[in-house]
């Protein structure tokens, strides 16, 4: 008896497989999956599936641009249920965006209610909103009815949903697209219908017309929000033909004058793409960070249009410098990459040429052609069997009445019937000669006229009927003879697809309500770039920091007794002036050196801010100087063990956050000394009040290191060093205040990294020099 419990084993031979080999086929499964049932568009109508399927389930339903509105929640549901069940959520999103007009050049949905807007905002729950097809989704959908393109079973096998849309004109370049698959993603800006059908017409007369040639008529995107597009012309072909490429796409804004010589800036387009909620907190931010100093203040005034006023520091400002300026540092520039990445045919993922995209959709519009009017031709011959089968039961009506009235099976002696010598054409009321040859077979009639006779309705055995549909066989057989020469003729087919493109241009072209292209073209205007302390307004301030590293900046060069107050526990520590276009250097005892803008420093009606919060001084780094940075200035350094060297100010400066580290340190040494040169002697004093005199030539001038002796020490270390001129003597300030000097330095004069001698008489007790 076997165990029930016991784990059954597999035989290798049997269902077993490599587990590179199971995920290889498997991801590759999914990864096509992706690409083609998901993000790639095709280049025959220009739709994804769920667009597609959104689209189609609409017109089921019967919400054509004329007639009523139906609540989204009930459109995304019977798309999900019927052909989409991937979430009514994502439906009812991509439904949105085909109504925004923001974001579709030439909007599929017409939507009723918040759809969302351009700052961002979504739209408000499918249950509140309505929505219909407009006149550009009937336009895409022209000819489902009449065999213009295969159709599929849907997900279930209860429904069919067609394969790709007969698209009346190039979807894909006038709506644009974007999508990430696996291993390939594709980004379609939108265009104008009017410049795609002119460059269509071009290319049915030319059919090996050169991208350079096609840009002639499509200049550019044409983005639903405007804008003007910089880029040069010749990048732009070289992005068409290679199918890879980008825009430079800027605000469109013009200098509007104010009162008393002062103008402002409004800027009326925005970047497609972009979120204006977004923009404006981006010129919010530049303006309290400063990032742009001649920008002073930035206010949303839209309404239904787009109005953002942007105004000057001064009236001295030029609009140019002020905008460029703003171009480089937020999204009233972007940049809008292009990849053609499409399915060709609906399968084959493929980066397209202009020319490529507008032939693939030229030659879906010639097998819709084809499929219709095959479609129609054999409409026409089967109403043309039926005529016939009219005609002759006019030329024979009392035997076809008999036969109804008396016959146990009039469909079967109607067809047996031989009606071949009573035929005519009636050319009066009383005439008749034969309209057609009738079936050899038999000169009986077939099935479908013997049906189409008794279902004859009596008041349609009127003489006048008779006539009408002799006149209707007339037109069927002229048009039929006209369909059998277009499907002869490719010219003839390439002449009415022209036809139906001059169409389309009528009706959603440049003279059409927003047809009109909205992006324009214009070379970029650049401006010289202008240095960032060029556009400060120079303005004299004091900055001042606390003892616990808070500073900020009053206005105007403060007198030293300036009362001032600071957080509890904390005093002050640097007072100095300066001006708003200075750089002020910090040096910390972790040997670093940062740069701070001194028009970006917090004003000084509070505390200040923590200097951590500007650049990245460590918590357990102090600040060992601040001082204004003087251009060829330069500076002596030293640890606290007793190694320093002179450094050039303009080397120590930073251009990041983290700051630049000049002096080394080993071991528990820290950065004890930053001051200005000056003079020809170093004097040097440790913790052990000896104090060394040498001259400054002994000291090596370097950018970064570790540096030179300067005094030895058997215990402790460095408490503080000076430069000074020898001829002047030594100044410290004695424990009342007064500056002391002392002339006769023979005793404590020595060479460098000497041990030094008991400081002089009344020098301070924390033997510092300052």
């Given at each position: 008896?076997t165990?029930?419990?016991?784990?059954?084993?597999i035989?290798?031979?049997?269902?077993?497989?490599?587990?590179?080999r199971?995920?290889?086929?498997?991801?590759?499964?999914?990864?096509?999956?992706t690409?083609?049932?998901?993000a790639?568009?095709?280049a025959?109508?220009?739709?994804k599936?769920?667009h597609r399927?959104i689209?189609y389930?609409?017109?089921?339903?019967?919400?054509?641009p004329?007639?009523?509105f139906?609540k989204?929640?009930?459109i995304?549901?019977?798309v999900?249920?019927?052909?989409?069940?991937?979430g009514?959520?994502?439906?009812?999103?991509a439904?949105?965006r085909?109504a925004?007009?923001?974001?579709?050049?030439?909007?599929?949905?017409?939507?009723?209610?918040?759809?969302?807007n351009?700052?961002?905002?979504?739209?408000?729950?499918?249950r509140?909103t309505e929505?219909r097809?407009?006149?550009?989704?009937?336009?895409?959908?022209?000819?489902?009815?009449e065999?213009a393109v295969d159709?599929?079973?849907n997900?279930?096998?209860?429904?069919?949903?067609?394969?790709?849309?007969?698209?009346?004109?190039?979807?894909?370049?006038?709506?644009?697209?974007?999508?990430i698959?696996?291993?390939m993603?594709?980004?379609i800006?939108?265009?104008?219908?009017?410049?795609l059908?002119?460059?269509?017409?071009?290319?049915?007369?030319?059919?090996?017309a050169?991208?350079?040639t096609?840009?002639?008529?499509?200049?550019?995107?044409?983005?639903?929000?405007?804008?003007?597009?910089?880029?040069?012309?010749?990048t732009?072909i070289?992005?068409y033909?290679?199918?890879?490429?980008?825009?430079r796409?800027?605000?469109?804004?013009e200098?509007?004058p104010?009162?008393r010589?002062?103008?402002?800036?409004?800027v009326t387009?925005i970047?497609?793409q972009v979120?204006?909620s977004?923009?404006?907190?981006?010129l919010?931010e530049?303006?309290?960070?400063?990032k742009?100093?001649?920008?002073a203040?930035v206010?949303d005034e839209?309404?239904?249009?787009?109005?953002?006023?942007?105004?000057?520091?001064?009236?001295t400002v030029d609009?140019?410098v002020?905008m460029?300026?703003l171009f480089?540092?937020?999204?009233?520039?972007v940049?809008?990459?292009?990849?053609?990445?499409?399915?060709?045919?609906?399968?084959?993922?493929?980066?397209c040429?202009l020319?490529?995209?507008?032939?693939?959709?030229?030659d879906?519009r010639?097998d819709v052609?084809?499929?219709?009017?095959t479609?129609r031709?054999e409409?026409?011959?089967?109403?043309?069997?039926v005529?016939?089968?009219?005609?002759?039961?006019?030329?024979?009506?009392?035997?076809v009445?008999?036969?109804?009235?008396y016959?146990?099976?009039?469909?079967a002696?109607?067809?047996?019937?031989?009606w071949?010598?009573k035929?005519?054409?009636?050319?009066?009321?009383?005439?008749?000669v034969s309209p057609?040859?009738l079936?050899?077979?038999?000169?009986g009639l077939?099935?479908?006229?013997?049906?189409a006779?008794?279902?004859?309705?009596?008041?349609s055995?009127r003489r006048?009927e008779?006539m009408?549909?002799?006149?209707?066989?007339?037109a069927?057989?002229?048009?039929?003879?006209?369909l059998e020469?277009?499907?002869?003729?490719?010219s003839l087919?390439w002449?009415?697809?022209a036809?139906?493109?001059r169409?389309?241009?009528?009706t959603?072209g440049?003279n059409?309500?927003?047809?009109?292209?909205?992006?324009?073209?214009?070379e970029?205007?650049?401006?010289?770039?202008?240095?960032?302390?060029?556009?400060?307004?120079?303005?004299p301030i004091?900055v001042?920091?606390?003892?616990?590293?808070?500073?900020?900046?009053?206005?105007?060069?403060?007198p030293?007794?300036?009362?001032?107050k600071?957080?509890?526990?904390?005093?002050?520590?640097?007072?100095f002036?300066?001006e708003?276009?200075d750089?002020?250097?910090?040096?910390?005892?972790n040997?670093?050196?940062?740069?701070?803008?001194?028009?970006t420093?917090?004003?000084?009606?509070?505390?200040g801010?923590?200097?951590?919060?500007?650049v990245?001084?460590?918590?357990?780094a102090e600040?060992?100087?601040?001082?204004?940075?003087?251009?060829?200035?330069?500076?002596?350094?030293?640890?606290?063990?007793?190694?320093?060297f002179v450094?050039?100010?303009?080397e120590?400066?930073?251009?990041?956050?983290?700051?630049?580290?000049?002096?080394?340190?080993?071991?528990?040494?820290?950065a004890q000394?930053?001051?200005?040169?000056?003079?020809d002697?170093?004097?040097?004093v440790?913790?052990?009040?000896?104090?060394?005199?040498f001259?400054?030539?002994?000291?090596?001038?370097?950018?970064?290191?570790?540096?030179v002796?300067l005094?030895?020490?058997?215990?402790?270390?460095?408490?503080?060093a000076?430069?000074?001129?020898?001829a002047?003597?030594?100044?410290w300030?004695?424990?009342?205040g007064?500056?002391?000097?002392?002339?006769?330095?023979?005793e404590?004069?020595g060479k460098?990294?000497?041990?030094?001698?008991m400081?002089?008489?009344?020098?301070?007790?924390?033997?510092?020099?300052?």
């Open positions: 008896m165990d029930e419990t016991e784990t059954p084993k035989d290798p031979s049997e269902g077993s497989e490599p587990l590179s199971a995920i290889g086929e498997r991801y590759l499964t999914y990864a096509l999956s690409i083609t049932n998901r790639l568009p095709d025959r109508d220009g739709m599936p769920v399927r689209l389930a609409m017109r089921e339903l019967r919400l054509s004329t007639g009523g139906r989204s929640a009930k995304s549901g019977d999900m249920g019927n052909y989409h069940p991937h009514d959520q994502a439906i009812y999103d439904m949105a085909l925004q007009d923001f974001n579709i050049r030439y909007p599929l949905v017409d939507g009723q209610g918040n759809f969302g351009i700052d961002g905002d979504n739209p408000a729950a499918s509140y929505a097809l407009t006149a550009a989704a009937e336009a895409l959908m022209e000819g489902l009815n065999n159709f599929r079973a997900y279930d096998g209860t429904l069919t949903e067609p394969v790709v849309l007969p698209a009346a004109f190039p979807n894909l370049l006038a709506n644009g697209s974007s999508g698959a696996v291993g993603a594709t980004n800006p939108p265009h104008n219908i009017d410049e059908v002119a460059a269509c017409l071009h290319l049915i007369k030319t059919p090996d050169r991208d350079e096609l840009v002639n008529y499509i200049p550019g995107p044409d983005f639903p929000t405007g804008g003007v597009i910089v880029e040069p012309r010749e732009i070289e992005t033909r290679t199918g890879r490429g980008a825009f796409l800027r605000a469109r804004w200098k509007e104010l009162d010589g002062m103008w402002q800036i409004v387009e970047p497609y979120q204006k977004k923009l404006i907190e981006r919010a530049l303006i309290q960070l400063k742009v100093p001649i920008l203040d206010r839209s309404a239904d249009d787009i109005r953002i006023v942007i105004e000057p520091k001064s009236r609009p140019d002020l460029q300026a480089r540092n937020s999204d009233l520039e940049r809008f990459s292009l990849n053609m990445n499409v399915l060709i045919d609906g399968r084959i993922p493929k980066v040429s020319k490529e995209v507008l032939r693939a959709f030229l879906h010639r052609l084809i499929r219709r009017s479609h031709m409409k026409i011959d089967h109403r043309l069997e005529l016939e089968g009219f005609i002759t039961a006019f030329l024979n009506l009392d035997r009445i008999d036969i109804i009235r016959d146990d099976d009039p469909k002696a109607l067809m047996a019937e031989d071949g010598v035929r005519g054409r009636a050319t009066s009321e009383k005439d008749y057609l040859t079936p050899a077979a038999a000169e077939s099935e479908v006229q013997t049906e006779i008794l279902n004859m309705r009596l008041r055995l006048l008779e009408e549909l002799l006149a209707e066989q007339d069927l057989m002229k048009e039929r003879a006209e020469d277009l499907l002869d003729s490719e087919q002449s009415r697809i036809e139906q493109l169409e389309v241009r009528k959603f440049a059409s309500p927003g047809g009109a292209r909205r992006t324009t073209f214009s970029a205007v650049e401006v010289a770039e202008v240095p960032y302390e060029a556009m400060i307004e120079r303005e004091t001042i920091c606390s003892k616990m590293g808070w500073i900020r900046a009053m206005k105007g060069h403060q030293p007794e300036t009362e001032l600071f957080k509890d526990g904390d005093e002050g520590r640097f007072f002036h300066a708003t276009t750089k002020l250097v910090l040096f910390g005892s040997g670093r050196f940062y740069t701070l803008s001194a028009n420093l917090p004003g000084g009606r509070g505390m801010e923590p200097v951590r919060l500007m990245d001084l460590p918590n357990e600040i060992v100087t601040l001082t204004p940075h003087r251009a060829g200035r330069k500076l002596l350094v030293a640890s606290s063990a007793g190694d320093g450094v050039s100010e303009d120590v400066l930073a251009q990041t956050r983290a700051g630049r580290q000049v002096l080394n340190l080993s071991g528990n040494a820290r000394v930053c001051r200005p040169v000056e003079g002697h170093v004097a040097a440790g913790e052990n009040r000896k104090v060394l005199v001259p400054l030539t002994e000291l090596p001038e370097m950018t970064r290191g570790k540096g002796r005094q030895k020490y058997k215990d402790g270390g460095l408490v503080d000076t430069t000074f001129t020898l002047d003597g030594l100044s300030k004695d424990p009342a007064r500056t002391r000097t002392e002339t006769v330095l023979d404590w004069l460098r990294a000497g041990s030094g001698r400081a002089p008489r009344g020098f301070p007790r924390d033997n510092r020099f300052d």
